[in-house]
């Protein structure tokens, strides 16, 4: 069976019956950069705030560039993380013995129980590598991250302050982050129980530490690199890279997963 034969097809076709009519609204993004033929400059240098930190704001995807009128099919194009961390991780993932067997037992039953099935939260290692599109919003001391998939969003806080001494455990933890020269640096815990790092089911515990180093390496490019520290789930800390490509005159819309579901019942798997 192709691997995008799954119960995640399933879940994303929830959505093909709002979708597939719709179009990307196609207005010029202000600020971007033009070339003289009015295309944008996606290699002209990364824009800049006010205090002279780079401007993560802009609309980004996955190593990839949607095209205008581009159907549900288009998303598919996921990348090798979103599927199986491994698979870009020299040597694989470093599993506790537990950790591996659950991952094989999710990947035999076909992911049917990820949260990205039932239309739950992603957690934050899957909304990044997830195809759809998000919207960076960057302000002093704040960052929102706002993603198409279910309307979901992420706030990092920029402004200094310490972790929770007791956060309530979360999808996406609680997040701080500090600028190293030009890369945002961002650390989160508070992660709750029994949350997915990938598709295939890599589990990531409520043990969990993960460090973001975002960096905008020109107006159009961005790079993502992750380092996960979850002594429950791994032997070891792990580190995997992610390119985000700025999506510019285009928008986020509207996605509500379980508009109209019909095919829960149809899901396959043990």
Request: aromatic share 10%; charged share 20%; with cysteine.
């Amino acid at each position: 069976m192709p691997r995008v034969e799954n119960a995640w097809v399933l879940a994303i076709g929830l959505a093909t019956a709002q979708l597939v009519a719709a179009q990307w609204l196609n207005y010029p993004t202000q600020g971007v950069p033009r070339n003289p033929d009015g295309s944008p400059n996606l290699s002209a240098p990364a824009p800049r705030t006010s205090d002279g930190k780079p401007d993560l704001s802009g609309l980004w995807a996955p190593g990839r560039i949607r095209a205008l009128n581009e159907g549900l099919e288009g998303q598919l194009n996921a990348t090798g993380p979103f599927w199986d961390f491994g698979s870009v991780v020299p040597g694989g993932l470093p599993y506790q013995p537990w950790a591996a067997a659950l991952r094989n037992q999710r990947f035999a039953d076909r992911s049917k129980d990820n949260p990205d099935v039932h239309c739950m939260p992603l957690g934050i290692l899957q909304m990044n590598t997830h195809p759809f599109p998000r919207r960076f919003i960057q302000a002093p001391g704040y960052l929102a991250i706002l993603h198409e998939r279910d309307l979901e969003y992420r706030q990092i806080f920029t402004d200094g302050r310490p972790f929770p001494k007791d956060p309530q455990p979360a999808w996406n933890g609680y997040s701080t982050a500090k600028w190293v020269g030009d890369t945002l640096v961002v650390e989160t815990t508070g992660f709750r129980e029994g949350l997915w790092a990938d598709y295939d089911g890599s589990p990531l515990t409520g043990e969990a530490k993960i460090t973001e180093r975002f960096r905008r390496l020109n107006f159009g490019s961005m790079q993502l690199e992750m380092t996960i520290d979850d002594p429950k789930a791994y032997t070891k800390p792990w580190t995997a890279k992610l390119d985000l490509a700025l999506q510019p005159d285009s928008d986020l819309l509207e996605y509500v997963c379980l508009e109209g579901e019909r095919d829960a019942a149809h899901m396959v798997g043990k």
